[in-house]
Nanobody, 122 residues
Framework: QVHLVESGGGLVQAGGSLRLSCAAS????????MGWHRQAPGKERELVAG???????VYADSAKGRFTISRDNAVNTVYLQMNSLGPDDTAVYYC????????????????WGQGTPVTVSS
């Protein structure tokens, strides 16, 4: 089995920064893409940022210029550096991993973490 464990969420004042981490555990051979989604209260879940194993990135318009996604393939970990946070960034942030292949040959199309809450106070 594969598990995604997120950390780094919490309470921060507007204008502040947070760094989220997500580590994939298990007998992993490869992960194609990893990313972050978020779901704010009363809103649909949305993509924040994604990164492929080769380092190509994609960002939501709301994240461009403020958030940076990065990845350490050696330890199957993805990070989200969030700067200039505002109250609209308050949400539960979920880590995702797509096309996960295990060393024994099993594979998963998509895996989600449990989520880490981020609260930005004004």
């Amino acid at each position: 089995q594969v598990h995604l464990v997120e950390s780094g969420g919490g309470l921060v004042q507007a204008g502040g920064s947070l760094r989220l981490s997500c580590a994939a555990s298990g007998s992993i051979f490869s992960i194609n893409a990893m990313g972050w989604h978020r779901q704010a209260p009363g809103k649909e879940r949305e993509l924040v940022a994604g990164i492929t194993s080769g380092g190509s990135t994609v960002y939501a318009d709301s994240a461009k210029g403020r958030f940076t996604i990065s990845r350490d393939n050696a330890v199957n970990t993805v990070y989200l550096q969030m700067n200039s946070l505002g109250p609209d960034d308050t949400a539960v942030y979920y880590c995702t991993a797509t096309r996960v292949v295990l060393t024994q040959g099993d594979s998963y199309s998509e895996i989600w973490g449990q989520g880490t809450p981020v609260t930005v106070s004004s």
